[in-house]
Every structure is written in structure tokens, then in C-alpha cells.
């Protein structure tokens, strides 16, 4: 037979074992808004980083059609090597962008 089963709170990792509402009081207002902002250019980073995959992972498509030969349409050649000059340069535009950024 198993033993009855109990309910336990865990109060120890608060202050003073208060209530999780009143523990999260305990955190100022300046200090949750500079924690959640920093937070916020974290996630920016990351999101930014994602894009920069993205267009490095369009130039490398659009290099691999634009130099494909005549297994492709000149059409869609000709837009590819658009596309990788679009590319490269929206690249180092944002690359410039996120130095300054950075910087500042």
C-alpha cells in the first residue's frame, strides 16, 4: 500500500518563504525593466543572426543557379544573379547596421 500523499510547498528558494507573488515584488521596477530589456537585445541578436543564415543561405542558392549553365532557364539565371548581388549587398547593408548598433 502506498503512503498518503501529501501536499508540500517549497518556499525555500524565496525570501523569507513568501508567497510568489509577493517575492516577485522584491525585484525593483528599474531592475525588472533593465533585466527584460537586455533580454529583449539577447532575442534581437539572435533574431538578426537568423536572418543573416537566411540571406547567406539565398546568395549561396542564387550563386548555385545563376552559374548553373543551360540546365536553367536564362530567365531565372539572370534573376538568380540579381538575386546574389541583392543579396550581397542587403548583407554587408546589415552588417553595417548591427556594427553601429553595437557600438552605440
Request: with cysteine; net charge negative; hydrophobic share 45%.
Amino acid at each position: 500500500m502506498s503512503p498518503p500523499l501529501a501536499i508540500v510547498s517549497d518556499n525555500t528558494a524565496l525570501p523569507y518563504g513568501l508567497p510568489n507573488e509577493v517575492a516577485a515584488e522584491t525585484e525593483s521596477l528599474s531592475g525588472r525593466i533593465q533585466r527584460l530589456q537586455a533580454e529583449t537585445r539577447a532575442m534581437a541578436v539572435q533574431h538578426i543572426q537568423i536572418l543573416e543564415a537566411a540571406i547567406d543561405e539565398v546568395r549561396r542558392l542564387a550563386g548555385e543557379v545563376a552559374g548553373g549553365g543551360e540546365a536553367y532557364p536564362v530567365g531565372a539565371r539572370e534573376l538568380a544573379r540579381q538575386m546574389l548581388g541583392d543579396c550581397e549587398g542587403r548583407r554587408r547593408a546589415l552588417d553595417a547596421i548591427v556594427g553601429r548598433a553595437v557600438r552605440a
